[in-house]
T-cell receptor, first 113, second 113 residues
Framework: DQQVKQNSPSLSVQEGRISILNCDYT??????FLWYKKYPAEGPTFLIS?????DKNEDGRFTVFLNKSAKHLSLHIVPSQPGDSAVYFC????????????FGQGTTLQVKP | NAGVTQTPKFQVLKTGQSMTLQCAQD?????MYWYRQDPGMGLRLIYY???????DKGEVPNGYNVSRLNKREFSLRLESAAPSQTSVYFC????????????FGPGTRLTVT
């Protein structure tokens, strides 16, 4: 039973355009959602997070949107750059359970020059 | 400042052999984690340690044991390796609080034949 789902295994966009990565969840007991970025042969690195009481968080080119009623979040990258090509994981943290994260399957983003 | 280090980087085992994966962090973090990453499955939590002296099971603990040796070090042991344990293993650490972003090591690629 996958509690956090990323239904698109891959996404390809042109440099300079917007990349939108999606994530759905089923459990209402998550209090934070995080996005991680992973390059081949490296560990994931934290990108951006959002609290369940907010609907938007922005950090430079990266914005995360949360729609609690739909149990859906998305990561927008504007403008996309070739260096953004990586695997992106969304993760959800259980309320009151410090650190225990549930990850989605990941979406491979390719940004074409 | 090395962050999270893992040894070894690669390992090949025969079925039934045992081994210990080592992890150390130099960020004075309270919490440490072990994940495995399999194709199409994202990262799944094996065990975690919220603080020195405590360990708890994650999503997929069967076939593994852990030891939180001190605040810096958290090891993962496979007592009798099975082909189903072929995976990439990541160690992570975090300081606690919210959103409790985790810092990952570079991973250990394990193959069990």
């Amino acid at each position: 039973d996958q509690q956090v789902k990323q239904n698109s295994p891959s996404l390809s966009v042109q440099e300079g355009r917007i990349s939108i990565l999606n994530c759905d969840y089923t459990n209402s007991m998550f209090d934070y959602f995080l996005w991680y970025k992973k390059y081949p042969a490296e560990g994931p690195t934290f990108l951006i997070s959002i609290s369940s009481i907010k609907d938007k968080n922005e950090d430079g080119r990266f914005t995360v949107f949360l729609n609690k009623s739909a149990k859906h979040l998305s990561l927008h990258i504007v403008p996309s750059q070739p260096g953004d090509s990586a695997v992106y994981f969304c993760a959800a943290r259980y309320t009151g359970n410090t650190g225990k994260l549930i990850f989605g399957q990941g979406t491979t983003l390719q940004v074409k020059p | 400042n090395a962050g999270v280090t893992q040894t070894p980087k690669f390992q090949v085992l025969k079925t039934g052999q045992s081994m210990t994966l080592q992890c150390a962090q130099d960020m004075n973090h309270n919490s440490m984690y072990w994940y495995r990453q399999d194709p199409g499955m994202g990262l799944r939590l094996i065990y975690y340690s919220a603080s020195e002296g405590t360990t708890d099971k994650g999503e997929v603990p069967n076939g593994y044991n852990v030891s939180r040796l001190n605040k810096r070090e958290f090891s993962l042991r496979l007592e009798s390796a099975a082909p189903s344990q072929t995976s990439v293993y990541f160690c992570a650490s975090s300081e606690g609080g919210a959103p409790d972003e985790q810092y990952f090591g570079p991973g250990t690629r394990l193959t069990v034949t």
